[in-house]
């Protein structure tokens, strides 16, 4: 049963940075294409960024330009740093594969807020 792991949330101000990470206990993570969802209150999981088993990557409109997805597929991570955070992004982050196939982790609350 591959495992995600997701870390690196917590309490910002409006403006500030943050880092997320996400490690999978499968060593097929470095032949997978990855992505970092967000769930906010009352609202659908939604996707934020993606990134190929190449290291192509794609944003949704609402974070380009703040937001920078990577991945170490040594480590079996994909990274996910967000800066000029804005009230809006509060949510938990998730990451899976982009087709969704794995078991969906605990994810990591950000939240932003003066």
């Known amino acids: 049963q591959v495992q995600v792991v997701e870390s690196g949330g917590g309490l910002v101000q409006p403006g500030g940075s943050l880092r997320l990470s996400c490690v999978a206990s499968t060593s097929i993570f470095s032949m997978k294409a990855m992505g970092w969802y967000r769930q906010a209150p009352g609202k659908q999981r939604e996707l934020v960024a993606r990134?190929?088993?190449?290291?192509?990557?794609n944003y949704a409109d609402f974070v380009k330009g703040r937001f920078t997805i990577s991945r170490d597929n040594a480590k079996k991570t994909v990274y996910l740093q967000m800066n000029s955070l804005k009230p809006e992004d509060t949510a938990v982050y998730y990451c899976n594969t982009l087709s969704m196939a794995w078991p969906w982790g605990q994810g990591t609350q950000v939240t932003v807020s003066s």
């Open positions: 990134i190929t088993y190449g290291g192509s990557v």
